[in-house]
């Protein structure tokens, strides 16, 4: 089974302009599409893994082989948190439903939320995401992470994510990182967010 690269479920110009086409367009079709052909690279000798979902690579790295690893690292990761980025991004929506009642009861008020994300992110250091995701426990919590490794690799569930490499960025914002970060809070698909929510409250990963 390949993996393949996954539509982007809008115009690459639906986002501006908080996130501008070029940027969009470069981002989904040079970068993601490199690390799709990466890890297929990395898996075309095992046809055993070649059967597995991403998330269950993810999941279960320490079995891997370790000719592999880094690259379904890398690359695997690169992939599952750019599926998730292009279906994290719409305009226009407000957070509601469970998710928002659960981080105002985690960080006492949506503001405070987003303050902590927003410095999180800002003060990211080097490549990387910051992450709001639900724990063991099933509580959700921030989580910044190098490079392009996934919450999955750290038994964690992923709701929320924003790509704080500079590819994502430097077209628009330059080295503007809070500027960017403030953009994204007028572009996320809560919708989408609250139903990883409500699925991870019962162990799914959307």
């Given at each position: 089974?390949?993996?393949?690269?996954?539509e982007?479920?809008?115009?690459?110009?639906?986002?501006?302009?908080?996130?501008?086409?070029?940027?969009?367009?470069?981002?989904?079709?040079?970068?993601?599409?490199?690390?799709?052909?990466?890890?297929?690279?990395?898996?075309?000798?095992?046809?055993?893994?070649?059967?597995k979902?991403?998330?269950?690579l993810?999941?279960?790295?320490?079995?891997?082989?370790?000719?592999?690893?880094?690259?379904?690292?890398?690359?695997?990761?690169?992939?599952?948190?750019?599926?998730?980025?292009?279906?994290?991004?719409?305009?226009?929506e407000?957070?509601?439903?469970?998710?928002?009642?659960?981080?105002?009861?985690?960080?006492?008020?949506?503001?405070?939320?987003?303050?902590e994300?927003?410095?999180?992110?800002?003060?990211?250091?080097g490549?990387?995401?910051?992450?709001?995701?639900?724990?063991?426990?099933?509580?959700?919590?921030?989580?910044?992470?190098?490079?392009?490794?996934?919450?999955?690799?750290?038994?964690?569930?992923?709701?929320?994510?924003?790509?704080?490499?500079?590819?994502a960025?430097?077209?628009?914002?330059?080295?503007?990182?809070?500027?960017y970060?403030?953009a994204?809070?007028?572009?996320?698909?809560?919708?989408?967010?609250?139903?990883?929510?409500?699925?991870?409250?019962?162990g799914?990963?959307?």
């Open positions: 089974m390949l993996h393949i690269l996954p982007i479920p809008y115009a690459y110009n639906a986002l501006e302009p908080y996130i501008d086409a070029e940027t969009m367009k470069i981002h989904h079709t040079k970068h993601h599409q490199t690390y799709v052909d990466k890890l297929n690279a990395a898996l075309e000798n095992h046809k055993d893994l070649q059967e979902t991403l998330h269950e993810l999941g279960k790295m320490e079995l891997l082989p370790e000719t592999i690893k880094t690259a379904v690292r890398n690359h695997g990761g690169g992939h599952a948190n750019h599926t998730l980025f292009w279906q994290t991004l719409k305009t226009g407000k957070p509601d439903g469970k998710i928002l009642t659960s981080l105002v009861d985690t960080f006492g008020s949506y503001g405070n939320f987003e303050k994300f927003t410095e999180g992110a800002a003060g990211l250091f490549s990387g995401w910051m992450w709001l995701v639900l724990d063991e426990k099933r509580k959700p919590v921030l989580l910044p992470l190098p490079n392009q490794d996934s919450p999955i690799m750290h038994g964690k569930i992923p709701l929320l994510g924003l790509d704080v490499w500079e590819h960025y430097y077209l628009k914002y330059q080295n503007r990182r809070p500027d970060i403030k994204f809070f007028k572009i996320i698909n809560w919708t989408a967010v609250n139903d990883r929510y409500e699925a991870g409250l019962e799914i990963i959307l």
